[in-house]
């Protein structure tokens, strides 16, 4: 009986899935900011989904993001103040910070016309749902705030993917994505994976199940290529 219990116990191990390896992501944010409860939010809710979280205030330097591999902006930063160096770092970055857009080469340089943030609103309209970053969600209207509020926007360049417009704005992309390799605006490669969602500074806590979905899947899909 014992040698037939180990038998069975043996082939379970045999047949069990390797262990995943936790995954670190670098969370910029503005440390001393009014928003910072927010931020935390986020950070809980990315170790909730197995991820190490790491903290950086705004004025990190690039290259202590060399060992991790995700990369989050948060629009809490100053864009000013943040060092440059970001942009040709080889790991995936997502961040919701419009304003940092055309640094990172994900847009044009123009204020209100190539990026900006569009003021009490609460749908998108997917517009590429089969793409994983649409979180299985259907073509059309989907409501992701639980009430309305600010939300970031960019106009991506021509190898950017888009997922989701501002709700009856379609030239204002809310989710795009560039894959790595792809050309990003000033014809800069993007080095990995590159995402800009459409929240703003204190949206995270007003995110809709549906808005949370949609952040997942994006964080997912931005990891998920790897350096």
């Given at each position: 009986?014992?040698?037939?219990?180990?038998?069975?116990?043996?082939?379970?191990?045999?047949?069990?899935?390797?262990?995943?390896?936790?995954?670190?992501?670098?969370?910029?944010?503005?440390?001393?900011?009014?928003?910072?409860?927010?931020?935390?939010?986020?950070?809980?809710?990315?170790?909730?989904?197995?991820?190490?979280?790491?903290?950086?205030?705004?004025?990190?330097?690039?290259?202590?993001?060399?060992?991790?591999?995700?990369?989050?902006?948060?629009?809490?930063?100053?864009?000013?103040?943040?060092?440059?160096?970001?942009?040709?770092?080889?790991?995936?970055?997502?961040?919701?910070?419009?304003?940092?857009?055309?640094?990172?080469?994900?847009?044009?340089?123009?204020?209100?016309?190539?990026?900006?943030?569009?003021?009490?609103?609460?749908?998108?309209?997917?517009?590429?749902?089969?793409?994983?970053?649409?979180?299985?969600?259907?073509?059309?209207?989907?409501?992701?705030?639980?009430?309305?509020?600010?939300?970031s926007w960019g106009r991506p360049g021509l190898g950017a993917t888009t997922i989701a417009t501002i709700y009856g704005q379609p030239e204002k992309a809310a989710i795009f994505g560039y894959e790595k390799g792809a050309t990003m605006d000033y014809e800069a490669?993007?080095?990995?994976?590159?995402?800009?969602?459409?929240?703003?500074?204190?949206?995270?806590?007003?995110?809709?199940?549906?808005?949370?979905?949609?952040?997942?899947?994006?964080?997912?899909?931005?990891?998920?290529?790897?350096?």
């Open positions: 009986m014992t040698r037939l219990l180990a038998i069975v116990l043996t082939l379970m191990l045999a047949g069990a899935a390797p262990a995943r390896s936790p995954r670190t992501a670098l969370l910029v944010i503005q440390e001393k900011g009014p928003s910072r409860d927010i931020d935390m939010k986020v950070r809980d809710h990315l170790a909730e989904r197995g991820f190490t979280v790491r903290i950086a205030d705004q004025d990190a330097e690039p290259a202590t993001a060399k060992d991790v591999d995700l990369v989050i902006i948060s629009s809490t930063i100053s864009s000013k103040d943040v060092k440059p160096g970001w942009r040709t770092l080889p790991v995936p970055l997502l961040t919701w910070e419009n304003d940092i857009l055309d640094d990172l080469a994900m847009t044009g340089k123009r204020h209100d016309a190539d990026f900006g943030e569009a003021e009490k609103e609460r749908y998108l309209w997917i517009v590429n749902a089969p793409q994983p970053m649409a979180a299985g969600l259907p073509a059309g209207v989907v409501n992701v705030y639980g009430k309305q509020a600010a939300m490669i993007a080095p990995a994976r590159r995402v800009m969602m459409f929240l703003n500074n204190d949206s995270f806590a007003n995110l809709s199940p549906a808005g949370l979905k949609l952040f997942d899947a994006a964080i997912d899909w931005t990891v998920g290529g790897g350096r």
